[in-house]
């Protein structure tokens, strides 16, 4: 924050609080947090990360889950910017990174639109993060030159994906959000030629003590999603058999 926005009448900071690890957030995510006079956060925020708030800090609950929104997005939206008109130091948390599919960018928006002083202050994402501690490294020479994060909310039919292109046996496939539509990622990809026995893993709470990786092929992965909980990130590609070689985490 410049010494120019902190004599405006309200600040907003978007903080990624990383996967779920709290030794995980940024020295900049850490100081945010401590100096917020309004925290709103999301479902993922771990308690650890919330509890190095300020105890009289304002704590607004916005969190989401699968096919339940606890408050619109707009209203997130409109209350960022309310509590900034009343002067406040406003820190919005979430989980990842609030610029991957974190809607980051729309609340910034609606910000800019308001006049309201913000700043970004990114965080580990759950694909750098989660796959770090599942020992899976996102590319490696001998597997991946190339990785591609996709959101697993999909349209109806996949309409929205070309699936010929993500059907490679050379890069990673990151899929966030993704355990409901796990029998049309499978399906997808099988039918665009991906082998049956590509490997796939689904990581569970990553980077965080009950931390679950589920192991299989591409043929596995409708079953494998059935037997996990959400958070959780599919990866689908070569790197995920490294798992068993690579875990240290668990170990």
């Not at 109806?156 to 292109?165: F, L, V």
Request: proline share 3%; glycine share 8%; hydrophobic share 40%.
């Amino acid at each position: 924050m410049t010494d120019k926005q902190m004599t405006q009448s309200g600040f907003v900071s978007l903080v990624g609080a990383g996967p779920g690890d709290p030794e995980l957030l940024t020295m900049k995510a850490y100081k945010a947090i401590q100096k917020a006079e309004v925290l709103v956060y999301d479902r993922l925020v771990s308690k650890d990360i919330l509890a190095l708030a300020s105890e009289d800090a304002e704590r607004l609950y916005v969190g989401k889950k699968l096919d339940h929104h606890c408050v619109p997005q707009d209203q997130i939206n409109d209350l960022l910017v309310d509590k900034a008109r009343e002067g406040k130091f406003v820190v919005r948390l979430k989980g990842g990174d609030s610029f991957i599919f974190g809607r980051g960018g729309e609340e910034c928006e609606t910000l800019a639109e308001n006049d309201i002083a913000f700043e970004v202050v990114p965080g580990i994402t759950a694909a750098a993060g989660a796959t770090a501690y599942a020992g899976i490294p996102l590319t490696h020479r001998d597997h991946a030159q190339s990785v591609q994060f996709i959101t697993g909310h999909l349209k109806k039919d996949g309409e929205d994906i070309d699936w010929q292109s993500l059907a490679q046996h050379n890069h990673t496939l990151v899929f966030y959000m993704g355990l409901k539509e796990s029998p049309n990622i499978q399906k997808n990809l099988q039918d665009n030629g991906m082998s049956d026995e590509m490997p796939v893993a689904i990581i569970e709470n990553g980077t965080r003590k009950e931390q679950k990786v589920f192991r299989g092929g591409l043929k596995d992965l409708a079953n494998l999603a059935s037997q996990a909980q959400s958070p959780a990130l599919i990866v689908v590609g070569s790197v995920a058999q490294l798992h068993e070689k690579l875990d240290w985490f668990n170990k």
